[in-house]
């Protein structure tokens, strides 16, 4: 209820309510009074004639207030229709007045759909891989537990060690920091029993506690417990999809046995779909089993845990440490705990956060052309308006009409935003590079598409108020009389416009800038010197230990007797065994020594790049051998080891590396190795490592469990088929495919160019956009200007002397906006830094690009206004008014 | 004159509104005495129930209202019949015409009923 008081204060509701009873009352007294009239002219006296009357009106008090009633729902009702007859008349008229300016109506909606689309896209992709890592209850207080050496490290990486099982069991027992902590590990075996073909599942190994750190319960059944991994851990849940469509969801099979791999396990239970391991895999598992810390290793499985509340990530690794030290006898930390926070561990994190200020920047260039395009519109309709107002058309019906218009507009092109949203996110995920895979797990994101509808929604509401506003400041009059081009305000209305260009320049220029860097470093990656021949280079993947070769005897006489029938097929040009594969690290873990130099601190751990190889690995990897020779014995007693080049030049830069003698010291004990030559230097890391720190080659010995030989062939990769082949016939019966090297290190790049046309994307649209709202104020002026220009063509300005104002007025928005960019870039690149390859944030090629190329766009933007301008016929503009 | 003044039964005065309108626009005033001159005061209506009437019809969109000035310059409330009005007087007016018969038929041949007629 609102007071009276204050209800008049307002009048509106009061002086409605008066004009009802006011309208009754005239009407019962004009009855009476007629009445009265006519009894009078019948003959009664004056007197009665009045009572007569009212008693023929019937009870008056009564009556009158009940006429006062219906009065007043005859008002509202017919309000309430009146406002639906003028929405669904402003409706219409807005329909029509849309679809009568085809060209700037499209234009508007496109700008909308596109910033609100955009923005959604990428913020939902940004969000569902920074922010919403984890699914489960608390989750920004889960993080990864991992360790790291020491010190030592010089691999310019960090390198994180995934704890040995005795400390892991030492922080659950005696570490308060942590509420819980859990692994989830999910490897394939092989399904025997229960009908049915045997096949591979995924099978997950969780602590028993895991399904209450996920917040989840079973679906039916009983959860394992910690008297299960006591008793021996031989029981199974079944994941949900499996227990449907193998066990036909079925409670018969609880209390019946499966054999996973060489173990048998019995039901006893569901767990449901939506239980994923962590990090969260989409890949739902077949089969939970428990995990046994006592006897099982973590292997290179993550731990995770959730800090008790208030605890912050440097108290708790203080915490795992001690707890650590006191647990070792020598009190010593040779690794010291590192926790890192689900989005820290993200790949491409600061390209998602550098994307997203991207589409913001779109978002608001975006905003800029919608006020623009609204500005400019309802100055062209100035005079209709002015028309219509002299009408009879209240000021209030006007404003209505025109925001009914303006929502219209908006909500129809957050429509648009929401289909674009969604389409481009399915875009995004479709294109995703490989090393960007949780992005399948994106879906569009809520809140940011209402902010993004919000603020486009906003701006449009503003800009589109703020134009009828200016319209209706200016006196009806005034704007019939003048000409609508040429009425007073038009210099603010101009300055506001030409604001919103030079800033809409300004925002595509930085991003311009950022745009040119990447795809300079993307090139730059492509272009760069591997050191060595990744094309027509093959890799073999050979899993000896899966198929029982298990001693290094065993191994050696399978890989000798390989290498012996490999070189046979005709296809192949040269071959050798490799540790590891090109793409791929490996470390030697202990304090790194040079014979002669001074010894590094004792508890100096160092992690040293090493590969064992053949003495053919340099040929076929076609790395140039450029000090000193291959090995020349590849027996262990030999004790040989080559040098890459980088490392050689910054520890020997004017003598020879080859003949001093280095060590990986795990002890006073470990021997020395001798140089015998100096590699070139080869990036088998990836295009993006580049490092002067040691990497050690040393002969390839019989210790690997899978062992990798590199084929070059001149061919293609089907006619090393035959390779295959043999490796079967010598009872590898599954090897795993033949794998391009050129494939693996262009997978490298596919990251870094993603995220570069994914910028170029937006560049271009902000550039597109900003190129709109350029060309929308040079028509406007040219429009404004038809009398003038028309009066300097009379007098004499040749045509080139026109079209050169023109082209001026532009360019000179442009170059305001360029200058403002720039500026912006400088600071906005530094964000862009740690993705550049081979480019400074400053690089000057790249600021120079994006100002020529924003400069010669804003040039074609200009053309069609000074076409315009030129063809004004100085007899007619002259006339106009 | 014999006969009483009947007392007009529900929803009809609406109808006798709007034939009174069917010719011309009229104010409240000319309503009472258009239904006066024609039922011949055989009609007891109040006047604030024909107020009332008129209302209503306003409301529901069959009538429409302005002002405007009687012959001696008073200002007066004006009613037009709209449309929609026009529509609903003609259906009414049949609806009204056939139930009137049928009841007028049902209450003159009940006196021939054999029932009655051997009670009489």
Redesign the interface.
């Known amino acids: 209820m609102i007071r009276a008081g204050i209800k008049r204060v307002f009048r509106l509701a009061l002086r409605r309510r008066d004009r009802w009873e006011r309208e009754v009352e005239d009407e019962i007294k004009l009855h009476l009074a007629l009445r009265a009239e006519q009894l009078i002219a019948q003959g009664a006296s004056p007197d009665d004639a009045y009572l007569e009357a009212v008693r023929k009106f019937g009870p008056l008090v009564e009556s009158r207030a009940r006429l006062i009633d219906a009065a007043r729902h005859r008002e509202q009702r017919m309000q309430r229709t009146e406002y639906v007859s003028d929405l669904r008349q402003d409706i219409g008229f807005a329909l029509r007045s849309l679809r009568r300016q085809r060209t700037w109506t499209a234009v508007a909606l496109l700008t909308f759909a596109l910033g609100i689309g955009a923005t959604t896209a990428v913020i939902s992709v940004v969000s569902a891989v920074l922010l919403h890592l984890l699914p489960y209850p608390n989750a920004d207080r889960i993080v990864y537990v991992a360790q790291e050496p020491t010190e030592g490290n010089t691999t310019g990486i960090s390198v994180s060690i995934t704890p040995l099982s005795q400390i892991v069991r030492e922080w659950m027992r005696n570490a308060h920091s942590f509420e819980t902590f859990e692994t989830g590990q999910l490897v394939t075996k092989k399904l025997k029993t229960v009908g049915g073909d045997p096949s591979q599942v995924n099978v997950a190994s969780i602590f028993p506690t895991f399904l209450s750190f996920t917040g989840q319960r079973v679906l039916r059944g009983r959860m394992f417990t910690q008297t299960d991994v006591v008793n021996g851990g031989h029981v199974v849940l079944l994941g949900e999809t499996m227990w449907r469509t193998r066990f036909a969801a079925s409670d018969s099979v609880f209390g019946k046995v499966v054999t996973l791999g060489d173990s048998t396990y019995q039901i006893i239970g569901v767990l449901p779909s939506t239980v994923q391991v962590p990090p969260y895999v989409p890949k739902a598992p077949d089969f939970w089993i428990p995990f046994d810390i006592r006897t099982e290793d973590l292997g290179l499985w993550n731990l995770v845990g959730r800090l008790r509340p208030g605890v912050t990530v440097a108290q708790a690794e203080r915490e795992l440490d001690s707890v650590y030290a006191r647990s070792t006898n020598t009190g010593k930390v040779l690794f010291r705990a590192r926790i890192t926070t689900p989005s820290q561990r993200v790949n491409f994190r600061d390209s998602l956060i550098m994307l997203t200020g991207a589409v913001a920047l779109v978002l608001l260039v975006a905003c800029a052309n919608v006020a623009h395009l609204l500005l400019a519109r309802s100055a062209s309709r100035q005079r209709e308006l002015a028309i219509r107002a002299a009408l009879g058309a209240g000021r209030g019906r006007l404003l209505r009409q025109l925001l009914t218009e303006c929502m219209l507009l908006t909500g129809v092109g957050a429509a648009l935003g929401i289909a674009i949203g969604w389409a481009g996110l399915k875009g995004l995920v479709a294109l995703r590079p490989g090393s960007l895979d949780s992005l399948q797990l994106a879906r569009l994101d809520g809140t940011t598409l209402a902010i993004a509808i919000g603020v486009a929604v906003a701006s449009g509401l503003l800009f589109g108020i703020l134009g009828v506003l200016q319209s209706s400041r200016s006196s009806t009059n005034d704007s019939l009389k003048a000409s609508a081009l040429s009425s007073s305000h038009s210099r603010r209305e101009r300055r506001l416009r030409a604001g919103l260009v030079v800033s809409e320049m300004a925002l595509s220029a930085t991003l311009i800038v950022g745009a040119v860097m990447l795809v300079r470093s993307v090139v730059n990656l492509q272009r760069s010197d591997l050191g060595f021949t990744p094309h027509g280079l093959y890799a073999v993947t050979l899993p000896l230990d899966d198929y029982g070769f298990n001693t290094p005897a065993a191994r050696g006489a399978f890989v000798a007797e390989f290498m012996r029938r490999a070189h046979d097929v005709p296809s192949v040009v040269s071959a050798s065994l490799t540790g590891i594969q090109p793409g791929s690290r490996w470390f030697s873990v202990g304090r790194f020594e040079i014979e002669g130099e001074p010894r590094p601190p004792e508890n100096k751990t160092d992690l040293v790049d090493i590969n064992s190889v053949q003495p053919a690995f340099f040929a076929t990897m076609k790395i140039p051998i450029k000090q000193g020779t291959v090995f020349t014995d590849t027996t262990l007693e030999g004790r040989q080891v080559i040098v890459n080049a980088g490392f050689a030049r910054k520890h020997w830069p004017t003598g020879s590396a080859v003949g001093h003698r280095v060590r990986v010291a795990h002890s006073d004990s470990t021997p020395w190795y001798t140089i015998v030559g100096v590699a070139g230097e080869a990036s088998t890391s990836g295009p993006m490592a580049e490092s002067s720190a040691p990497l050690l080659y040393t002969p390839h010995d019989n210790n690997h469990t899978s062992d990798v030989m590199l084929v070059r062939t001149n061919s293609d990769a089907r006619t090393l088929a035959p390779l295959l082949d043999i490796a079967r016939t010598m009872g590898i019966r599954r090897p795993p495919p033949i794998e391009s090297v050129e494939e693996t290190m262009r997978g490298f790049l596919a990251g870094p160019r993603f995220i570069m046309l994914l910028l170029t994307a937006f560049t271009l649209l902000a550039v597109a956009l900003a190129a709109i709202g350029l060309y929308g104020v040079m028509s406007h002026r040219v429009e404004q200007d038809t009398r003038e220009i028309g009066i300097r063509v009379a007098l004499g300005a040749s045509g080139s002397r026109i079209g050169r104002t023109v082209i001026t007025r532009g360019i000179g928005l442009t170059v305001a906006g360029v200058v403002l960019g720039l500026g912006g870039a400088r600071w906005a690149t530094k964000i862009v830094e740690s993705q550049l390859h081979g480019v400074s944030p400053l690089d000057p090629v790249s600021f120079i690009v994006g100002a020529l190329l924003l400069i010669a766009i804003s040039v074609v933007a200009c053309v069609v206004p000074m076409r315009r301008a030129l063809s004004v016929d100085p007899m007619t503009a002259i006339r106009a008014d | 004159m014999l006969v009483s003044r009947l007392p007009v039964l529900k929803g009809t005065l609406d109808l006798l509104v709007l034939r009174a309108l069917s010719w011309t626009p009229m104010?409240?005033?000319e309503i009472?005495?258009w239904l006066e001159r024609a039922a011949a005061g055989s009609l007891d209506v109040?006047?604030?129930?024909l107020?009332?009437a008129v209302?209503?019809l306003?409301?529901r969109?069959l009538l429409q209202a302005d002002w405007g000035v009687t012959e001696n310059n008073?200002?007066?409330?004006y009613y037009k019949i709209s449309a929609a009005g026009r529509a609903h007087l003609r259906a009414e007016t049949k609806n009204w015409v056939a139930y009137a018969d049928t009841v007028t038929n049902i209450l003159t041949v009940a006196t021939n009923n054999p029932a009655n007629s051997s009670a009489s």
């Not at chain 2, 109040?46 to 129930?49: F, G, I, L, R």
């Open positions: 104010h409240g005033f009472v005495e109040e006047d604030s129930a107020y009332q209302y209503r306003e409301e969109g008073r200002r007066a409330r």
